[in-house]
């Protein structure tokens, strides 16, 4: 793998006789140290801009002379040789001299270097640390076998030392690294034979060594590096994310540092050679310095990324590293390398494909690109989110960041898919889960399963992709499927075919390499949409929580709030929701035609989502072009379920009206045309009130076709037990009946309906809709009965039963309106004339109906007698007896008999004095005979039990004296309200009182209270 993090800038080299022998770069100066004791600062040139112009100048020389700024030479007195330089940032640049016995530290201003102090122990130092640390500035020396803390505060013009510590360590010091924040003080000390984590917090307290540390903080031990008595090469290097990389000759170990706890693990990177320096590159490289060259290493897997050769042989190097900005010195030159900048290093990957890979690899771990692109993937997470290139967008850098690996993954699972066949890892596992835009999912698939036929795609992809699914065929995948049912319920043996024995050999191989290619071909791709459908059901969760709510609704992902904007930048806000109900459409009616070519049974349950964004008119051509054996189509009902989830009835009802229609054309059985009108009637049953006038409109059409039907149908769509039926305006349907279907019969039997089988229909309605539908039905029950009577006798006295139960119970019939309908001819409406006047109170012209119309002295009878037994009724009742006797006695002669049958049965309850009077003098009296001897009987017994009531009223008065007396002869007197109580001895005063066993006067309380302690 071939990435350029590094790019040279330009070689340095300095006109001097003195050789340099350490370098510092800091904050656009550099300092050079040299081996006589002398230091140069220099202005160094870092802005990426003017490198890049001066890369291009066409001037420009290879050995180019730094900007003298301030030199300074022999700042030490013994002239020795200056071993590093490091600096560090206060108040103003500190630069720290380290030289083979001594630390001294300068201020840097414009003016040149000023000596602030210098901190001697008299032998040689051989590591050194230096780190601000709560505002002073921390010194870690490793002198041989000892460990020197110094802790420095500077004081306007002056440093002065706040505290120096001192540790003793069983092996020389070779390298010392602060591997902690800035709240605490943990160093990682490497000596020859281990390394030594020092916690110089805790009393300087030796948390162990790499080797003796407990196993639960480390997975694996150190005792790979294989420690000797010879001193080795020691380097260590810790990147912003707490890991720490160390370096022992040709061996490297990986720390990770969490949460106090420390982690250790073998370093994937494989070293042929020990590196003279190493140093970390953001966000995840390590440069290994050799002898004329060096290697650009990624630090996760071990791979060298670049290599570049320097040219400097001699092994007394020193490096500096600032930022973006690499110096190697070397004798008097100095070489400037500039990291290439974040956009520039993804770019390389991403582009690698073109120049390295030619074609497709079988083995993912090896293939140039996927391994480019996970690089690429690791390198983008391992990047800070305050990374300048994050900045420079008008997104939320979090945020940013996010979509950015969202557009890298997003080319990981095409490369995945298309090359090795992983469609789970690309749709599930990466797809779905990174919200990889379906246009660029739905370009891997041929043309017959995506939605794009009908729904045009409102993006543009930035290239097309060939999938080796794109020319497979519809029918390819239906011959397929159909040839291994087949196989599996037993055919012809290919062997023993005609084919076979007629067909030369060639032919036949090509045909068996060429049925095999399609049939591996198949198969993939049925593993394929199985992911698919995953990735589209995930993708329509995500699209409709943005359409089902307002758009600054944000979705929660990788714990960021997103927006739709976010995911589609290219779209304005004010066509973003049309944008995002197209988007669900293409899935969903994708989706649809996944399970339709694969898993026919899912196809219903998703149709019957009531939230499905199906294209109505693919799902409709698709599933109506799927017919059975005898040409019926096969997935009606699951098309009838859409066409309702999607409240699209007009549409459903026109489908099965025509399939109606050709079924009435092509053939006139019963059965045929029994299956689609039972289908019509069953989704007209499911409307709901607001598509009444599309129950009414198909209705009236396959009653048209089979009117035989009629009554049948009528009721099963307008009077079953449903709560769609129970929802339809009862007016609007009873005049539909009226009107439209024209019959008088049917419309009756949705009154009874309503009313009589169903009475809550009308609980909620007002008190004139229930007096409209109550007046209608009694008025259809007198015009049956009219028609009826003469030729249907039996069912007119049925319906005079009904209509007579029905007048009677009713509260809300418009009596007078009813009255007026009933004619004067035929018994039935002379009847339900009565009970009508019955209701409200008519009973005389009652009684005077049934006996000059209806010639019936018995019903007359009957009619006053009920009335008289009513309550609150009785004289009522008496005065139509008294008219009924006024009827008979107009034709006295004619009704002799009938006089002396009502007095003989009623004369009771009526008045003697009336009759006798009313009666004309020739009238027999032996007619009167039971009349009267039943009159004296009943007063007789009236007199007797007025003289016994009269007794008993004399005894129970006696009994109540008796009872007065016994109590007024047992009372109990207190004599004022300071009579004491005999149980707790306070005066009863005016409170509740009550008398003991012993008959005296107590407290209420008191007795109580005594009855419980008892």
Known sequence: MNVNVLSPVVKYHVSSSRRISAICTFNQLLFVGYSDGGIDVYNLQRDPQSISERLKSPSRSENESLPLGDAISRVTTELSPIRALSAVQLNYPILFVIEKTAVSLYRYRENGLKWLNTLSEGTSITATEIFVRNGRICIVMGIKRRLLFFSLELREEQVVIHSKKEYALKDKVKSILKISDDNTCTLLVGV?????????????????????????????????????GTTPSIHNVRSPLNEVFIFKDTQAALLTLDNNMIKSDISPINLHSAPLDVRYIDPMYLIMIYYKRFEVVNALTGDVVQKYHHNIASGNLSVSMDGDTLLIASGNDIQHFYVLDFKSQIDQYLTLKSQTVLKKSRDPKNDPHLKALNNCIEFVQRTEVNHEFFKDHLNDPAKQKELLLRDIFKRKALYLFNTFHRYHEALVEISSEWIVSYEEILQLFPTFIKADNAVKFPMSSESSIDSEFTNLKATDLEDSLKAEHSTESGTE???DSKHFKQTPAPTIRSLNIEES???????????????????????????SFFTTTDDKSVFRWHGLDITASDLYPNVSKEDMHSFLEETITTLDTTLFLCYYYTKPALIGPLLRLPNNYCDSKVVFKT?????????????????????????????????????????????QEANDLAGNLSLIVKYLQRLQETELGLVFKYCKLIIELDKDQRSTILEKVFMNDSFECETYDKREVYEYLMKDIASEQDAFKYLKWIILSNPHMLEGDKKEIKVFFHTQLGIRFISLIEINQEAHAKCSEKLFDEAKS?????????????????SDKGTFFIKLKVCLLKRVHKHEEAVDILFHHLKDIDEAMKYCDKIYHESNSKDVGVSLFHRLLDNLLVKYNDNINLIEKLLAIHGSKMSTVHVISALPKEFPLYKLNSFLINDIKLRNAFLLDSRASRVLNMIRELNTREKLYHLQDTHYTISSSKQTCEICHQNLGYSMFSVSNDNKVVHYGCLKELSKNK
Do not use: W
Request: charged fraction near 20%; hydrophobic fraction near 40%; glycine fraction near 2%.
């Open 192 to 228: 020859i034979s281990d390394f030594v984590v020092i916690d110089l917090e805790d009393s300087h307290q030796e948390l162990g060594t790499i080797n003796e540390i407990n196993i639960e903080n480390f997975t694996r031990s150190f005792s790979y590096f294989g420690f000797s």
């Open 493 to 495: 043996d290919y062997m």
């Open 517 to 543: 290619s399609t049939q591996i071909n198949i198969r993939r791709f049925l593993k394929a949409v199985a992911n698919l459908v995953i990735y589209l059901t995930e993708q329509r969760r995500i699209h």
């Open 623 to 667: 599933l109506m072009s799927n017919q059975n054996k005898d040409g019926r189509p096969q997935y009606i009902k699951e098309l009838l379920d859409f066409y309702f989830c999607r409240s699209l009835h007009e549409n459903a009802l026109e489908m099965l009206y025509s399939l109606l229609l050709e079924d009435a054309d092509i053939s």
């Open 806 to 822: 029905f007048f009677l119970s009713s509260s809300y019939i418009d009596i007078p309106s009813l009255i007026s309908k009933c």
